[in-house]
């Protein structure tokens, strides 16, 4: 068991109590705090479906002890939209790209977008490429996920 | 007492060790997570060291740059420490993921010492020392004392990773590194060489060809006979493709799920000429 400890997610704090010293934060995101838009796939950081933000940082929560994140700011998929409870600019061009076959991989791939163009708002296809580099996914081929990020950033410079 | 420290600050995180001398350190989680979620490794107690800032700190100092055990791959890429430490930036940038890369930390590399350390051939080539600090103050290791066997390190109960200081001579530098695609890639063969034009030295150590980290020390002496230090002109072919095979011969690698002795030894013999070349290319001399 560790002692209980505060975790700040989407602007909220959050008690853990009762956790056992071994927990990712992944697993806490999902298991103890419901937040289940961070999926969990290979736990071992190959294909970051659990990617979040910590302290603005793009992360793979499998690889974060949760209660080592006390203390963080940490952001998930769910606390990624426009503010209003509609879609961010990146979501939105998912959707209307057709950046999603199975849907599995797209929670961590919206993060790692949303931490792409934050730093970069206008990518070229390598910078996308080496960006998501770590970001797996076995349907799309990616095609449509790169037209995705082409189109959230040019919908981000005209409503920045 | 607590089982899960998260130290603030280098006295903490050292007492909270103390206090705790059987403790896990937690850095990156980039290897201890992927144990720990595979249930094969179950610690008792953890110190996370990732929020301690004088483990983020680096400075350049004269020829010496020192980089603290909580400098991540990310910082190692970026200017200026690219700069300063060329090979460790190419190192870096061949780990893992952005995320990868995000999260784990030079430190991490060294705690963990595997043979595949992609830091580690860098820090053989560049003369690096291991600062660590425990109950007894600190003391200094060479990679070699440090790195005692796969997966083996000489760091005691209670002692951290505090810095590593290694050389910046004048010369250029090459990382290369053998794997299936250039990202999420466990290196099959790493290698680094450095020139040192002041010191008219060629250094050149090995990853994932070994149970250690071992320095081609006999082909960097042969080489060094070889090069046109003072005009700087190129390196022939044939003494690059020479040099590759005496390399070649300080490797001592294994068949495994990643590659084959062979291709392993015939790739070290490849990437040292390949590096040779970069090194002593046209212009070499004057650009640094």
Not at chain 1, 13 to 37: N, P, Y
Not at chain 2, 168 to 191: C, D, H, T, Y
Not at chain 2, 239 to 249: I, K, L, P
Request: with cysteine.
């Amino acid at each position: 068991m560790s002692d209980p400890y505060t975790l700040r997610v989407n602007g909220a704090d959050c008690e853990v109590a009762d956790a056992d010293i071994a927990e990712s934060l992944l697993f806490v995101l999902r298991e103890r705090l419901g937040l289940t838009g961070t999926k969990n796939a290979c736990t071992e950081g190959e294909c970051s479906s659990c990617a979040v933000l910590v302290d603005g940082v793009l992360t793979c929560s499998c690889l974060v002890l949760a209660a080592a994140a006390a203390g963080t700011e940490i952001t998930t998929v769910e606390g990624l939209g426009d503010g209003r409870g509609g879609l961010s600019a990146v979501q939105e061009a998912f959707v209307q790209e057709g950046a999603v076959q199975c849907g599995f991989c797209t929670p961590g791939l919206i993060v790692a977008v949303h931490d792409l163009l934050e730093a970069d708002p206008d990518p070229s296809d390598g910078d996308i490429r080496e960006a998501l580099s770590g970001n797996l996914c076995r349907c799309t081929g990616y095609g449509r996920i790169l037209a995705a990020v082409h189109s959230a950033a040019a919908a981000k410079q005209r409503r920045p | 007492m607590s089982d899960v420290v998260v130290a603030r600050n280098l006295d903490d995180a050292l007492s909270a060790l103390s206090d705790r001398p059987g403790a896990t350190v937690l850095a990156g989680g980039t290897d201890l997570m992927v144990e720990i979620n595979r249930g094969l490794r179950r610690p008792r107690q953890v110190v996370a060291v990732a929020q301690v800032p004088e483990l983020r700190q680096w400075s350049v100092a004269g020829n010496r740059v020192v980089l603290g055990g909580g400098v991540t791959y990310t910082e190692m890429m970026a200017a200026p420490l690219a700069e300063a430490a060329p090979a460790l930036a190419q190192a870096a940038r061949t780990v893992g993921s952005p995320p990868i890369r995000n999260a784990g930390t030079l430190g991490g590399n060294l705690g963990t010492a595997s043979p595949a350390g992609d830091t580690l051939p860098v820090l053989a080539a560049l003369n690096a020392e291991v600062v660590a600090a425990g109950p007894d103050g600190e003391r200094r290791m060479g990679l070699d004392e440090f790195v005692v066997g796969v997966k083996q390190t000489a760091l005691r109960p209670g002692e951290l990773i505090v810095r590593v200081e290694m050389d910046r001579p004048r010369g250029r530098q090459e990382f290369l590194k053998i794997g299936p695609r250039n990202a999420m890639v466990i290196s099959m063969a790493g290698l680094a060489l450095v020139a040192d034009r002041d010191g008219r030295a060629v250094r050149c150590a090995l990853g994932a060809v070994a149970a250690g980290i071992p320095r081609a020390t006999q082909a960097e002496a042969w080489v060094a006979e070889r090069i046109d230090w003072d005009n700087g002109a190129e390196v022939e072919d044939a003494v690059a493709d020479e040099f590759g095979s005496r390399v070649a011969a300080a490797s001592s690698p294994i068949d495994d799920h990643r590659s084959t002795a062979a291709y392993r030894r015939h790739a070290v013999a490849v990437l040292a000429a390949r590096a040779l070349k970069r090194a002593f290319a046209q212009g070499g001399a004057d650009d640094v």
